[in-house]
């Protein structure tokens, strides 16, 4: 079984925040699949489905993201599922929106829902997709304060109209990671997708 876990906050204070973009990946991916309703624990919810003929579990942690880690290593300890079978999906303000980077390993590039999961799993071989937020709002001073509250914050409403874009091209993503593996994803899918402005037709195009 192939496990997609997206990081988030729980809550509805911070459903359409940037950094809640890991849950609507999932959310988005479950409404294709027409997966099975959530299921909720103590750490995490979790849903079924399949993507070809593949079973998925489906996650979405519930301790907050700078616990994510310790949801992350019951839902594996409980499913039985090895680091190489989860692929964790988050943002990243570092690249622009718009943008996917899906790599197998690496360190937690200063996100603090993916340290815990490094922390609480002990190794940092853990496939990530990282969902570029920056946009043009983004503060030119990176300092702690100002970036903690840009992802904190809502997208735009430009960037509204382009999430069903990102969010279709996450899923596919994620649908070759689990059919074809990692390497095929990165090759495919490690792009930008579109800019900020361009016309509603040649995103239809993409």
């Not at 294709?32 to 299921?39: D, G, R, V």
């Not at 360190?107 to 815990?116: K, P, Q």
């Amino acid at each position: 079984m192939k496990c997609i876990v997206g990081l988030g906050n729980p809550g509805n204070r911070y459903r359409f925040s940037r950094h809640n973009i890991g849950f609507r990946v999932v959310e988005h991916i479950c409404e294709k699949i027409n997966a099975q309703q959530f299921e909720s624990t103590e750490y995490y919810e979790c849903s079924r489905g399949k993507i070809g003929e593949s079973d998925i579990l489906l996650a979405m942690p519930q301790t907050y993201m700078n616990n994510s880690g310790i949801a992350v290593r019951e839902l594996l300890h409980n499913y039985d599922i090895a680091i190489d079978d989860v692929i964790i999906v988050y943002d990243d303000f570092q690249i622009p929106f718009g943008t996917l980077r899906i790599r197998a390993k690496g360190s937690d590039g200063g996100h603090n829902g993916m340290a815990s999961v490094i922390y609480h799993l002990q190794s940092e071989f853990i496939p990530r997709l990282r969902v570029g937020v920056a946009g043009n709002s983004l503060p030119e001073h990176h300092t702690r304060e100002l970036m903690a509250d840009y992802v904190l914050s809502r997208f735009t409403t430009e960037e509204e109209t382009y999430l069903p874009q990102l969010l279709q091209h996450s899923n596919d993503a994620l649908t070759c990671w689990t059919q074809e593996g990692i390497a095929r994803a990165m090759n495919v899918y490690n792009k930008r997708f579109f800019t900020l402005g361009e016309s509603r037709d040649q995103l239809t195009k993409q």
